[in-house]
């Protein structure tokens, strides 16, 4: 009796490896042959280079693949996953023992052939049997509402169920041979396999019918592993294969980094039919594990809006497969004198509705959240540059909101004259011809046009002088920084915002930026550098606790009151700030902070962002109610943003509401400058 464990069975001689070719040549054939395909249609998207930083696409594979990072964000369905992860490679180093095995006798990879590994194998071999056993409870009893009932994710779990359970019926059939025949099992048996078999020398049966009952289920095993194999690529199973690939393959570059479109040297703008797309857009497509994560997280989707993150990204997909004939084809041979040509049809119409494209806030929880790193927001903007720029199609209030920007450089359509007249009694320097600071104080239009966010920049001020911080503001001469532009899709308008500005940062020698707006921040930090700017910019929350932290600044009043603080989109998403806010809370006598259920990376959106604050929200409950009912649910006595478009949604939120006996909405840096507000008058004593 040879040797027992997984890596090794004999199979019935010659006709029995030609029965084993003949099955993996279909699994390898199938499986090879969808992914080929899939492989085409994405090479003929754009050229992108995702092949930069080598060791930190590595670092990721070990962080989020290995490590499975994202996943155990939800920690039951995360363990669930990550198990029958981790399971699917150590038992494929013993299923591949096994075939290799099967025609080269004796075969096995290194340490394979330990007590150590095998039991390894049986301990995976069980969780990922429990582990699916408990996906399978999850998906039909429990019914999580981001989960879609399907009859492939039922059959897939169950084919896993199967792979694995026949593998150890196998084995332990094998075992219940060896003991039933009177012989010892090797040292290398594991003990799980050693039960098992021990459980199957108490049956009624003689030991070659044991081995013929191993034998049988051996080769439904093989059969299923190699079935599984052929039905991957049909199924959204396919992200065994491409989600390793995508997490390597992932945006590097900061989140809120839009690509800079070319506007001298293009024909076409944005993304108006599939194929326009980058490559790296449309394998994307492939990945998706329709988990429904990005779905749960869309502040649109949870308000009832016509846009679902993870439908968008299946509607692409199934557009683009049907247009697999189109792109894989040669065209038609052209008339004489005529290059040859397709007509592809558009996405918008065919693929996505338009209230999905104009519905999104680009506040990226859907990226945030999406396990394999798939990119939502990008996709969308797109086609609404192209939509803008080739089409002239948009909301029709965004036409006023144009106009305004290219009349008046800022979206109230205020006179430009007049951004400076909020600080005209707070002696604040404004740049000149032969005036320098080393700091200048980005203001924003909503600061500086806005009646309730002037009271914020205000306060910006106060606190600057208070710490003797040498700065100015560019005054008139500071337009928009282009971002409600750029998010809605006007690239052009962007870009002639952001030279002008440009423009006048060399004219004045600015290289350091104050800013409060994250979403200016934002535009400033990570998209001026493409168009030619060389500044450093920090946003007032870092900045001030700073201050805070070297002593220029001592918060002395005390604020008592609860305070429930709101991460804005693009300064915490966007940027990674969420530390330097609730420092400067905590450094405040007397506030007590409060949390919301959805706090930093899963922070709720406000509605204002990707232009969202210059439209109307006629679709479903308004977003920046659902967000005030988030932070009433802990009661506070105010709810603290730093963002002067949250300040904004937030405040209308709680007028709707009439909660304003009830909380007041505050900005971080009005708190602050109450509670430094004391320190002259204590100087002075």
């Known amino acids: 009796m040879e040797e027992l464990h997984p890596a090794r069975q004999s199979i019935a001689g010659i006709p029995g490896q030609v029965f084993l070719l003949l099955i993996m040549a279909c699994g390898f054939g199938i499986f090879i042959y969808k992914a080929l395909e899939a492989y085409r249609l994405c090479a003929k998207g754009q050229k992108e280079n995702r092949l930069d930083a080598i060791t930190e696409r590595v670092k990721s594979l070990v962080i989020y693949v290995l490590a499975q990072l994202r996943v155990f964000h939800e920690p039951f369905a995360g363990f669930i996953h990550a198990f029958i992860f981790w399971g699917f490679l150590v038992l494929s180093i013993g299923y591949g023992n096994a075939i290799i095995s099967a025609f080269w006798k004796g075969f096995h990879f290194p340490f394979t052939n ?45 084919m896993i169920l199967c792979i694995v359970s026949f593998d150890f019926v196998s084995e332990a059939f094998k075992a219940g041979a060896v003991i039933k025949s009177g012989q010892a099992l090797q040292a290398s048996v594991p003990l799980v396999t050693s039960f098992l078999g021990e459980q199957c020398a108490k049956m009624e049966m003689a030991p070659q019918a044991m081995i013929s009952v191993s034998s049988l289920f051996w080769w439904l095993h093989m059969l299923l592993i190699f079935s599984f194999m052929a039905f991957l690529p049909f199924s959204k199973h396919f992200h065994i294969v491409t989600a390793a690939i995508n997490v390597f393959l992932r945006n590097l570059k900061p989140p809120g980094q839009l690509s800079t479109l070319d506007l001298e040297n293009s024909e076409t703008y944005g993304v ?96 945030q959240s999406c396990p394999v790193f798939i990119e939502h927001v990008p996709k969308l903007v797109e086609v609404r540059r192209s939509l803008v720029l080739m089409e002239s199609k948009f909301p029709q209030e965004v036409v006023l909101t144009f106009k305004n920007m290219e009349n008046n450089f800022n979206p109230y359509g205020i006179g430009f004259g007049s951004r400076a007249e909020w600080c005209a009694d707070l002696g604040v320097k404004i740049l000149g011809e032969g005036q320098k600071a080393e700091y200048l104080f980005w203001v924003g239009c909503v600061g500086s046009f806005d009646d309730r966010n002037r009271k914020v920049s205000t306060a910006i001020v106060k606190l600057l002088k208070e710490a003797g911080v040498d700065f100015a503001i560019l005054g008139a001469e500071e337009a928009c920084c282009g971002d409600p532009a750029r998010r809605i899709g006007n690239e052009y308008l962007y870009q002639t915002l952001a030279q002008q500005n440009i423009e006048q940062f060399k004219n004045h020698g600015v290289k350091k930026i104050i800013t409060h707006c994250p979403h200016c921040f934002n535009v400033l930090r990570h998209e001026y550098g493409h168009l030619g700017a060389g500044i450093d910019v920090v946003h007032t929350t870092a900045f001030i606790g700073e201050l805070v932290e070297k002593g220029k600044l001592v918060p002395r009043e005390a604020f008592s009151k609860s305070v429930c603080y709101h991460d804005s989109c693009y300064l915490g998403r966007y940027n990674g700030v969420y530390d330097a806010p609730r420092g400067l809370l905590s450094a405040v006598p007397g506030a007590k902070t409060l949390e919301m259920g959805k706090k930093r990376e899963d922070s709720f959106c406000c509605g204002a962002g990707g232009g969202r604050m210059w439209m109307e929200e006629t679709l479903g409950k308004r977003i920046n109610k659902a967000r005030v009912e988030q932070a009433m649910a802990k009661s506070p006595e105010v709810i603290a943003s730093n963002c002067p478009y949250c300040l904004t949604m937030l405040t209308d939120g709680v007028k709707d509401m009439n909660l304003e006996e009830k909380v007041k909405v505050m900005d971080l840096m009005e708190i602050m400058a109450h509670s430094c507000g004391e320190q002259k008058s204590q100087a002075g004593e």
């Open 114 to 158: 330990t007590f150590a590994f095998l039991t390894i194998h049986n301990f995976f071999s069980l969780m990922v049997i429990v582990s699916v056993l408990l996906a399978l409870f999850r998906r039909l009893v429990l019914r999580p509402k981001r989960l879609e009932y399907t009859p492939e994710a039922v059959i897939i779990l169950c």
């Open 272 to 367: 108006t039919a599939v194929k326009e797309y980058s490559w790296k857009s449309l394998f994307d497509l492939f990945v998706c594990t329709e988990c429904g994560r990005c779905s749960e997280s869309c502040p649109a989707y949870s308000t009832e809006k016509p846009l679902s993150p993870k439908k968008v990204i299946q509607d692409l997909k199934y557009h683009l497969k049907g247009q697999a004939k189109l792109l894989l084809e040669p065209p038609p041979p052209a008339r004489e004198g005529e290059a040859p040509s397709r007509e592809f049809p558009p996405i918008v119409g065919t693929a996505l509705k338009e209230d999905e494209i104009w519905s999104c806030t680009t506040c990226a929880a859907c990226m």
